[in-house]
């Protein structure tokens, strides 16, 4: 199936912002100082990717 590059822009700008919120992840388990409702709220802005389940493992 080809996809338009509309469709592999959009699907390569969700696939950054999921790494982009995988390496703060890591980043705030490693100074465990930022966890609780700042990380929390942090994550916040990834809630359409989390909800969406598209590059769940």
């Known amino acids: ?3 338009s590059i509309e469709e592999l822009r959009t ?3 969700e696939l950054r912002e999921m790494v982009n919120m995988l ?3 890591m980043i705030h388990m490693e100074t ?3 966890s609780g409702p700042d990380m929390e709220n942090n ?3 990834y ?3 989390l909800k969406s ?3 769940c493992m």
């Open 23 to 25: 390496v703060e992840m």
């Open 11 to 13: 699907e390569v700008r």
């Open 43 to 45: 994550m916040m802005g």
């Open 47 to 49: 809630d359409s990717l």
């Open 1 to 3: 199936m080809i996809k």
């Open 53 to 55: 389940g598209r590059y």
């Open 32 to 34: 465990m100082d930022d």
